[in-house]
T-cell receptor, first 113, second 111 residues
Framework: DVKVTQSSRYLVKRTGEKVFLECVQDMDHENMFWYRQDPGLGLRLIYFSYDVKMKEKGDIPEGYSVSREKKERFSLILESASTNQTSMYLC????????????FGSGTRLTVV | DAKTTQPTSMDCAEGRAANLPCNHSTISGNEYVYWYRQIHSQGPQYIIHGLKNNETNEMASLIITEDRKSSTLILPHATLRDTAVYYCIVRVEDSNYQLIWGAGTKLIIKP
């Protein structure tokens, strides 16, 4: 089974801290995605990557950056955490550019205080 | 990408077939229909997708109407573990377009 592993299930950080969320997939997928999920707003795409060292902005990239130095690892960086970035963060990977077969991690619930 | 409309919530008895409808009346010829579900406290899980023919896999069946303006996801023998939010998404298959996630249908399987 494809596995997408997110480094932390729960995280509490202080306002202004630099936060790293790590995501690793083990099936050699080309494509990786970072979403955030908030009640009433659904899943919103932050950034995605179709290749190593490649990144594309999603709908809500402000306040975030990403890094993909290796194919299996896609990191989300909150440059200076703010309380409005308190959310559930979900990483996903897929083999194709189509809409099928996305595999998601279990998510990281980040609280910024 | 075409917009989809799903009921907010549905109930189904355990062991019965769960039929989840989705309307996508503005779907274009090259757009596929995808279904995902999200069990509480987990990431979404891919279920099935199709273009115009009906599809079946080990998880579910997908029935797409002939005019492709609506579809139904069928879970043939629902179990309590099928309680989840089910998302119907329409998009072009091979493109850089992202998946647009709506609110989905909250399916509750009752014992």
């Amino acid at each position: 089974d494809v596995k997408v592993t997110q480094s932390s299930r729960y995280l509490v950080k202080r306002t202004g801290e630099k936060v790293f969320l790590e995501c690793v997939q083990d099936m050699d997928h080309e494509n990786m995605f970072w979403y955030r999920q908030d009640p009433g707003l659904g899943l919103r795409l932050i950034y995605f990557s179709y290749d190593v060292k490649m990144k594309e902005k999603g709908d809500i990239p402000e306040g975030y950056s990403v890094s993909r130095e290796k194919k299996e690892r896609f990191s989300l960086i909150l440059e200076s955490a703010s309380t409005n970035q308190t959310s559930m963060y979900l990483c996903a990977s897929s083999l194709s550019r189509g809409g099928y077969g996305y595999t998601f991690g279990s998510g990281t619930r980040l609280t910024v205080v | 990408d075409a917009k989809t409309t799903q009921p907010t919530s549905m109930d189904c008895a355990e062991g019965r077939a769960a039929n989840l409808p989705c309307n996508h009346s503005t779907i274009s010829g090259n757009e596929y229909v995808y279904w995902y579900r999200q069990i509480h406290s987990q990431g979404p899980q891919y279920i099935i997708h199709g273009l115009k023919n009906n599809e079946t896999n080990e998880m579910a069946s997908l029935i797409i109407t002939e005019d492709r303006k609506s579809s139904t996801l069928i879970l043939p023998h629902a179990t309590l573990r099928d309680t989840a939010v089910y998302y119907c998404i329409v998009r072009v298959e091979d493109s850089n377009y992202q998946l647009i996630w709506g609110a989905g249908t909250k399916l509750i399987i009752k014992p």
